[in-house]
């Protein structure tokens, strides 16, 4: 796969469908790769029309590391947070945005659709803000605003976020990730653990950078509430959310759409924090009804 420079760092990405396709920027969420998106899905959004481009965040897979940064322990953070200081993050949602940015740009592509899961949705929201003449639209999945009023995520889910594998061997790591798949899994799809296995093996074997991961957490905690860079969003918006999500709550999506002017929200029964192949058509429906409402304003 291709690298691209971008915001003063390298970003690894793939594309699909031809170039005459609309752009469609795909942002994958926490400590997730590029190949966290089905193929399946990227096939039927080609189909749609879309030339799918799909990478890496920074600190992640493929793409530029930051493990050079002084890095704060979670703590320290929270705890600057709280005394209104500094937390010292080695970066910001901000700052992933701009890369998202920096990697369209360098592909030649002047304006794109966008989505994002989780913290992906995000950075995808962020890039709405900063750079709303390269968003034509936008859908947020199983993501929030930043608003201290939302529930966190349930205690199961918290510590499966922060628990660390017993050992480093990859068949530990894999169970691991599996675990931890489960634990935020929708209710109504649960996960298979004999197609699932493999893939989080493969992604293991890509790429494992549990220092990167931290970081972008950091990212998320230290960017705090984003509800007024949101309020200017222009895009067409769609927010996706599950109701069972145990790890951004359904009133996460709710105040993201609240938020967003003009942003439409729809909630599926049955979906948690993942995006199972049962929920693939509302997605690419999403996708489809913010893209349709974006071409209505050419």
Do not use: C
């Amino acid at each position: 796969m291709p690298k691209a420079p971008a915001n003063g760092i390298e970003i690894e990405y793939e594309t699909f469908g031809p170039e005459t396709g609309e752009p469609l920027l795909l942002i994958m969420g926490l400590g997730q790769q590029l190949t966290r998106w089905p193929v399946s899905l990227i096939d039927r959004l080609v189909g749609e029309g879309f030339r799918v481009i799909r990478f890496d965040n920074r600190d992640i897979g493929l793409s530029t590391g930051f493990d050079q940064v002084v890095t704060p322990d979670l703590p320290t953070v929270f705890g600057a947070l709280a005394g209104g200081q500094d937390p010292g993050a080695p970066y910001l949602l901000a700052d992933m945005a701009d890369d998202a940015a920096g990697l369209l740009g360098a592909l030649g592509i002047a304006r794109a659709h966008v989505a994002g899961v989780s913290m992906g949705g995000m950075i995808g929201q962020m890039l709405a803000a900063r750079h709303p003449g390269k968003v034509l639209s936008l859908v947020s999945v199983m993501s929030t605003t930043g608003n201290p009023a939302v529930p966190p995520a349930s205690p199961e889910a918290q510590a499966v976020l922060f628990a660390r594998p017993a050992a480093t061997d990859l068949d530990s790591l894999t169970e691991h990730a599996l675990k931890a798949q489960v634990a935020i899994q929708s209710p109504a799809w649960p996960v298979n653990p004999q197609t699932e296995r493999p893939l989080l093996r493969a992604a293991i074997q890509r790429a494992y950078h549990p220092a990167g991961v931290l970081r972008q957490m950091i990212a998320v905690i230290a960017s705090g509430d984003r509800r007024e860079a949101l309020k200017t969003i222009t895009a067409p918006t769609v927010v996706l959310h599950g109701a069972d999500d145990p790890l951004v709550r359904v009133e996460g999506g709710k105040d993201t759409a609240a938020t967003i002017p003009g942003a439409e929200l729809r909630i599926i029964d049955g979906m948690g924090h993942d995006l199972p192949a049962a929920v693939h058509d509302a997605f690419i429906d999403a996708v489809n009804t913010a893209a349709a409402r974006a071409r209505q304003l050419v």
